[in-house]
C-alpha cells in the first residue's frame, strides 16, 4: 500500500507551507501530495484559502518525482473545458504528474458566500456524470465531441495530457461506484471500515468491465491518530478528545467505528491490512494542522512502521 499526504488549506495553511509539506511528502517517500479544493471555511478567523490548481502548478516546478493531486475538484466550482483547460496544462507543468480528482461539490457555505450556483444533489450529479464524459473526450486525442443537456465540445484540445489520472472521490452506494468504474483511473472512498467499502469496490469493478475499461485503482482518503508507542499514541488520543469535549475512550470508539487507522504501527497494520484486502492500494493520509509538523513526522514513522509490519 502507497501513501499520499493530503491537506486541507482552506482550514489554515500559506503557499509556502504547501510546499514544505510537499518536499517532506517527497523526502518521506511518500507517493504523492495533494490538497483539497475550496475556496472558504467557517472558521474564525476566517484562514485565507488558496487556489488549488495554480498552487499545485506552482509546486511542480519546485518538488520533484512525487504525485500532485487535488483531491477532490467541485463541479460547481468551473465549467468542464475550464478544468480540462487546467489539468491539461498542470500535466503538461508536472511533466505528467498530475491526479485530477472531481466532484459533486457539497459545501453550500463557500458556494452561497461567493454567489456560486448550488443546485440540487441531482442536477449537480448529472452534471458530474457530463463532465466526467466531456474529460474523458477531450483528453482523448484528435477531435473531440460531445453533447450532453449542460455542456457540449467541439474542438480539438491542446495540450492534451501524458500522464493525467482522472479520480472520482465520494462514498455513495450505487452511483459513485459506477461512474468511477466507467470514467476514471482509481475510485476514492472517504476512510470508513472495510465491509462498507467492500461492495462499493464490486460495484465499481463490475462497471468498469461492462464498460470494457481496465479495473481502476482504489484508494481511501482520511486521517490516522498514530503514536509510536502506548504512550504517545494515549497522550495524542487525549489532546483529540479534549478539543472535542468527548472522553478518550468515547472517541477512541467512535474512530474504530469509522475505521479510522488508530493506535500503534501494530494497530495501524490491522487497520491497513483490512483495506488492502478489499482492494485499497492507496491511503492518503489528511493532516490538517499544517503547523503541526513534529505531530506529522511521529505520525508518518508510525505508518511506515505498520507498513514495514504489513509488506
Not at 180 to 204: C, L, W
Not at 208 to 221: D, H, K, N, Q, Y
Request: no cysteine; hydrophobic share 40%.
Amino acid at each position: 500500500m502507497e501513501f499520499v499526504l493530503m491537506t486541507e488549506p482552506h482550514l489554515g495553511g500559506s503557499f509556502d507551507d504547501l510546499v514544505e509539506l510537499a518536499e517532506f511528502a517527497r523526502r518521506a517517500g511518500m507517493a504523492g501530495f495533494a490538497r483539497s479544493d475550496h475556496y472558504y471555511s467557517e472558521r474564525r478567523p476566517t484562514p485565507p484559502a488558496t487556489d488549488a490548481y495554480v498552487t499545485l502548478a506552482a509546486i511542480a516546478t519546485r518538488v520533484p518525482e512525487i504525485r500532485l493531486a487535488v483531491l477532490v475538484s467541485p463541479i460547481t466550482f468551473r465549467h468542464p473545458a475550464v478544468i480540462a483547460k487546467s489539468a491539461a496544462s498542470l500535466d503538461e507543468i508536472s511533466g505528467g504528474r498530475f491526479d485530477l480528482g472531481v466532484g459533486t461539490g457539497w459545501y453550500r457555505f463557500e458556494h452561497d458566500a461567493f454567489g456560486l450556483p448550488f443546485p440540487p444533489w441531482e442536477e449537480r450529479f448529472a452534471r458530474l456524470e457530463e463532465t466526467l464524459a466531456y474529460l474523458r473526450a477531450a483528453f482523448a486525442g484528435g477531435r473531440a465531441t460531445f453533447q450532453g443537456r449542460y455542456y457540449r465540445l467541439d474542438a480539438e484540445p491542446l495540450p492534451r495530457p501524458t500522464g493525467l489520472r482522472i479520480v472520482v472521490g465520494g462514498r455513495g452506494p450505487l452511483r459513485t461506484p459506477r461512474l468511477a468504474g466507467t470514467y476514471a483511473d482509481e475510485y476514492n472512498h472517504f476512510v470508513a471500515p472495510s465491509d462498507e467499502i467492500a461492495p462499493k469496490v464490486e460495484r465499481m469493478r463490475r462497471a468498469a468491465l461492462e464498460t470494457g475499461r481496465s479495473v481502476p485503482a482504489v484508494s481511501v482518503m482520511g486521517t490516522v491518530l498514530a503514536g509510536l508507542d502506548r504512550g504517545s499514541y494515549r497522550k495524542r488520543l487525549q489532546a483529540w478528545a479534549d478539543e472535542r469535549s468527548v472522553t478518550a475512550e468515547h472517541l477512541e470508539e467512535r474512530l474504530r467505528n469509522a475505521g479510522v487507522p488508530a493506535g500503534t504501527p501494530d494497530r495501524l497494520a490491522e487497520t491497513f491490512a483490512e483495506l488492502k484486502a478489499v482492494g485499497v492500494s492507496r491511503y492518503y493520509l489528511q493532516w490538517l494542522d499544517l503547523q503541526d509538523r513534529s505531530g506529522l513526522e511521529e505520525t508518518w514513522e508510525a505508518v511506515s512502521q505498520a507498513v514495514r509490519a504489513l509488506d
